[in-house]
């Protein structure tokens, strides 16, 4: 399957260098359904808000790419862009681009959604997207093919990729 994903997204890896990362503590922690919440007040991480929601396999596939029913082709499961964030709760990096994260989430609520996915507990995912250094972004238009991006950004950069990439008709 790795083999057919990479043939489809052949060409679309952009190339940064590696993140290195060091530990830090966890925010969000893991409900027995797989919900992800903040450790803190227990509320569910990304529903119902402007926040970035955190995916588990099982909602990627509900959500963005139903990689098993679609192995060799990409056919986007929403309807506007997508930004998604592959992470690990120890990277610092990480950590430093989550705040920008949420503030993307919310000044472009209803023309970007912003995903998470927790490389550490969702490896599946990240066998999948070969992701090999974090943090790694998945940006998906709403037409179009994705493409992957590594390392540190700031919010400039995001606005930059959300208008050259995303939000392009």
Known sequence: MNRIFTVILAGLFLSITATAC????????????????????GTPSGEGSNKPEYLTVETFKEKIWNYEKNPQEWVYEGSEPVIIDFYADWCKPCKMVAPILEEISQDYAGKVKVYKIDTEKQKELAAVFQVSSIPTFLYIPAKGQPQMDKGYKDKATFERIIKEILLVE
């Open 22 to 41: 060091t530990s830090v503590n966890s925010e969000t922690t893991e409900t027995k359904s797989g919900v992800q919440e903040n450790a803190v007040t």
